[in-house]
């Protein structure tokens, strides 16, 4: 079984930043692929960027160039870099890792307001 703890949600104004962070423990494995999900109110959960064992990444259109995931395979955590938000980037985000299965984080609440 994997655990995964997210952390660095917060309240920030339109045009700031902030970063998750989100760690596995537990049977884990060197292959993987980890990534973000967000759901926004009254919206479907979306992918919004993933990151493999590699270093593989993918983006949503809706965030290409504001957001960047990096990993730290040593320390088995994901970050995510949010630059630029804007208030529809408002939403809880999950963070997910799928190695022998699929796994997820409790996720952390990101608002984007003045």
């Known amino acids: 079984q994997v655990q995964l703890v997210e952390s660095g949600g917060g309240l920030v104004q339109p045009g700031g930043s902030l970063r998750l962070s989100c760690t596995a423990s537990g049977s884990i494995s060197g292959l993987f692929a980890m990534g973000w999900y967000r759901r926004a109110p009254g919206k479907q959960r979306e992918q919004v960027a993933t990151?493999?064992?590699?270093?593989?990444?993918n983006y949503a259109d809706s965030v290409k160039g504001r957001f960047t995931i990096s990993s730290d395979n040593a320390k088995n955590t994901i970050y995510l870099q949010m630059n630029n938000l804007k208030p529809e980037d408002t939403a809880v985000y999950y963070c997910?890792?799928?190695?022998?299965?699929?796994?997820w984080g409790q996720g952390t609440q990101v608002t984007v307001s003045s």
């Open positions: 997910h890792r799928y190695d022998s299965g699929d796994s």
């Open positions: 990151i493999t064992s590699v270093g593989s990444t």
